[in-house]
């Protein structure tokens, strides 16, 4: 069955870059979205579609898209950066999610 | 102004059926394009979404879940009910409702704050 596969962790300094990937076969076909959650949270959209991202949203967050992979890239990360974050792919039948990333700030 | 709250039992036995609704309000599932899905959560483990339910009453499940499943709407009291048959432990989650309108489609635009399901004995 067609799955999301994200790495379970990243960790990242405070003002560096984290890049978060996301890789499923139909990925080249169907657009990726990208949610935040912290502890006792909703999940909040971050990137839709790739590489579009939300109003309300810091410019710090971007996404990219190469083939059957997508990325999550956090520029200058900050410790309210601290959270899961899950992509997200969809078709008219149904959604599915990656396994989501922990991101810790150290 | 868009709320979604889930309700339902916070401890249900192996075996039983879970029954949980999805109360919202600031939009009607009437309208065209819109939707409400339910997602879990596992304490500790990832989103799994389970099941969505369309304006139209068109209807899709999880297909690891499908035969467990069944989603409804009443439109008139602004209330999406979910069905899980069989429950077992690992089932042990928190449950979303969230919707998902025709501008956010296909990403969900509101959550619920999630209900709490234990499974156990």
């Known amino acids: 069955s067609y799955e999301l596969t994200q790495p379970p962790s990243v960790s990242v300094s405070p003002g560096q870059t984290a890049r978060i990937t996301c890789s499923g076969d139909?990925?080249?076909?169907?657009?990726a979205y990208w949610y935040q959650q912290k502890p006792g949270q909703a999940p909040v959209l971050v990137i839709y579609?790739?590489?579009e991202r939300p109003s309300g949203i810091p410019e710090r967050f971007s996404g990219s898209s190469s083939g059957t992979t997508v990325t999550l890239t956090i520029s200058g990360v900050q410790a309210e950066d601290e959270a899961d974050y899950y992509c997200?792919?969809?078709?008219?039948?149904?959604?599915?999610f990656g396994g989501g990333t922990k991101l810790t700030v150290l | 102004q868009v709320t979604l709250r889930e309700s339902g039992p916070a401890l249900v036995k192996p075996t039983q059926t879970l029954t949980l609704t999805c109360t919202f309000s600031g939009f009607s599932l009437s309208t065209s394009g819109m939707c409400v899905s339910w997602i879990r959560q596992p304490p500790g483990k990832a989103l799994e979404w389970l099941a969505r339910?369309?304006?139209?009453?068109?209807?899709y499940y999880s297909t690891s879940l499908k035969t467990r499943l069944t989603i409804s709407k009443d439109t008139s009291k602004n209330q999406v009910v979910l069905t899980m048959t069989n429950m077992d432990p690992v089932d042990t989650a928190t449950y979303y409702c969230a919707r998902m309108s025709s501008s956010s489609w296909p990403t969900f635009d509101y959550w619920g704050q999630g209900t709490l399901v234990t499974v156990s004995s």
């Open positions: 139909a990925l080249p076909k169907q657009y």
């Open positions: 997200q792919s969809a078709d008219s039948s149904g959604t599915l």
């Open positions: 579609k790739d590489s």
């Open positions: 339910i369309d304006w139209d009453d068109d209807k």
